[in-house]
């Protein structure tokens, strides 16, 4: 290996200037390299005798005026034929050299004649870089041919098929032994066959457009494909192809292996995927194949997208957990556990979100099994009984509210009957017996008192019976009217006892969004006021105002009395058989 730097002396022609290792002396190369400046521009390979060479004319400039105002150079890289020369990589050394040499201060005061003295800092300069570059550039090229040597041993004892190509022509350049067993063929029968000619595809580029494609895809892809051997039917190859440089020739590397077992096994089992695909496609119910992390490996895709909306993109390689009630994990978890035990889970019932985000229940059997690799998996049936627990769940608030309904008449009502009772019984008694006006004006007034509840507990319990048939729409509503409509209600109707209301109430109109009872809720609270009220002079205190909560605005109305109030023990009553945990359970 050697590096030539020629000049165009204007005196005596082109002769080289400078050369590495010093020694060189070849009179070849004083022939036959300096002249080639005159015949290209720029990059170019030459090739002499036994030799192979990369070279780079430039120019630089003369600020002395002298010669044209420019001194022309050629640098050259010189090897034995016998090397492999990559002609980028040669490019781009010379390249790399020429820029360091023009970088040179002074750099034209190298060339002039009979100067070349210690003070010739230029010359000494540009002799330092290629003689740094040469000292760089061979044990590079050295670890390049043991690079290459490698390649080879690699090359001819890998257990894949390697076939080189051409990319320019097509043509197979070489092939390792695993190739050659592979195609069935001599080597001499191979190296110089085009590629389509040896998998028997001639007229069909398609192929090779493939192998370009992997190219110049990043991604580790894989194309399969088939041809007929001379002593197989059909063999099933998977290639995966890259490009590399050898020499100034851009070659196309493809890795082969026979996969003609594992295509073949696949057939096979696709055919048996099939036949299961046509039952579960078919199948009324949800079917899925979990992994033991309850991962999806496969649903009928069919039944999902009709009962839930979800394609096999929105299920497959997700945990069923991500799809269920949380108050449900705990069962789907327990299953599990019992699964890997070896034991069968049992049935259950539990909620899943469909795409829709709405809850829907499903009754679900699963059942264990090992794959063809030995992993254990489990399938699930499961099928949809939303409407069904819908039916139950009106079955069962109807009879909770005719549990209520039976319970709210017999204690209420049983109370009113007896206040009503015990009144007359007084009056009984004292009918013949000195009574002052007073007494009996009392009792007058628990008689109406109780007579108006009564008839407040009837009506609440008929509306309780309709609120199913009620309008549950809401509606922007003015508070301010609602509570003034309230308060006329209340006043009109006991207008013979001493009712003071004091109300609080911004001068603002009060919108809020509420259904048709709010105004039934307004006059119950006040109603009660009155009611459970033993004070000759009743007192009623309504404080509303706007408050704020997590940026949400309400109206905030509070009522407050001078009546007996409402006891702990009374309260707990109320909740008790006015609320039932199951029926709100969920919402569908």
């Known amino acids: 290996m050697s590096i030539i730097l020629s000049h165009f002396n204007t005196r005596i022609g082109p002769r080289i200037f400078l050369s590495a290792p010093r020694s060189l002396n070849s009179e070849i190369f004083k022939t036959t390299i300096p002249p080639l400046m005159d015949l290209y521009d720029g990059f170019f390979i030459h090739i002499f005798e036994d030799y192979k060479c990369a070279n780079l004319p430039f120019y630089i400039e003369n600020e002395e005026n002298l010669r044209g105002r420019q001194e022309l150079l050629l640098l050259s890289f010189i090897m034995d034929l016998n090397n492999d020369l990559n002609v980028e990589m040669a490019k781009e050394i010379l390249e790399q050299i020429v820029s360091e040499i023009k970088d040179v201060k002074d750099v034209y005061k190298a060339f002039r004649s009979n100067d070349i003295n210690a003070n010739n800092r230029p010359f000494f300069k540009i002799q330092e870089i290629i003689n740094k570059s040469y000292n760089t550039i061979r044990p590079t090229i050295e670890a390049l041919k043991k690079a290459e040597v490698k390649y080879q041993t690699l090359f001819n004892s890998a257990r894949d098929a390697i076939l080189l190509i051409d990319r320019d022509s097509t043509k197979i350049i070489d ?202 998996k489990g399938i699930t049936i499961a099928r949809d009984i939303t409407e069904r627990m819908k039916f139950e769940q009106k079955m069962n608030e109807a009879l909770d509210l005719s549990d209520f309904l039976k319970n709210l008449l017999a204690h209420d009502m049983g109370n009113v009957l007896n206040n009503i009772k015990a009144s007359t019984q007084l009056m009984q008694i004292s009918k013949d017996k000195p009574l002052n006006s007073i007494n009996l004006e009392e009792l007058f007034h628990t008689i109406e008192n109780q007579l108006e509840r009564g008839k407040s507990l009837i009506s609440n319990v008929r509306k309780f019976s309709e609120l199913d048939d009620l309008d549950a729409t809401t509606k922007i509503i003015d508070a301010k009217l609602l509570i003034e409509e309230g308060i006329e209600l209340i006043k009109v109707r006991f207008q013979g006892k001493n009712i003071e209301i004091k109300s609080e109430i911004p001068n603002q109109t009060l919108k809020i969004i ?74 569908h």
């Open 175 to 376: 092939v390792n032994q695993e190739c050659i067993n592979l195609l069935s063929k001599k080597k001499e029968n191979i190296i110089g066959e085009n590629f389509e000619d040896i998998f028997q595809i001639k007229g069909n580029s398609s192929l090779f457009n493939e192998l370009i494609k992997l190219c110049t895809n990043n991604k580790r892809d894989y194309i399969t494909f088939s041809y007929k051997s001379p002593i197989k039917t059909l063999v099933h190859v998977e290639l995966n192809a890259s490009q590399i440089q050898i020499a100034d020739k851009v070659v196309i590397q493809c890795i082969m292996r026979d996969v003609s077992q594992r295509v073949e096994s696949e057939e096979k089992l696709r055919e048996s995927e099939e036949k299961y695909r046509l039952i579960t496609e078919n199948a009324y119910d949800l079917i899925a194949v979990l992994n033991m992390k309850l991962e999806h490996d496969f649903i009928n895709e069919s039944r999902y997208k009709e009962i839930l909306g979800y394609s096999k993109e929105d299920i497959i390689g997700k945990s069923v957990l991500g799809f269920m009630h949380p108050e449900d994990i705990k069962k789907a978890i327990l299953n599990r556990k019992i699964a890997l035990k070896g034991d069968q889970p049992p049935g259950s019932t539990v909620r899943i979100k469909d795409k829709d985000g709405r809850w829907k229940w499903v009754e679900a059997r699963s059942r264990t099994f090992k794959d063809s690799n030995g992993d254990l």
């Open 514 to 587: 509420g259904g048709d009872l709010l105004i039934d809720a307004f006059e119950n609270v006040l109603l009660n006021s009155v009611i459970h009220n033993n004070k000759e002079n009743i007192q009623i205190w309504l404080k509303v105002k706007k408050i704020q909560e997590n940026g949400i605005n309400y109206v905030r109305i509070e009522f407050i009395d001078n009546g007996i109030g409402i006891t702990d023990e009374r309260k707990d009553l109320i909740f008790k058989r006015g609320y039932k945990k199951d029926r709100n359970r969920q919402t």
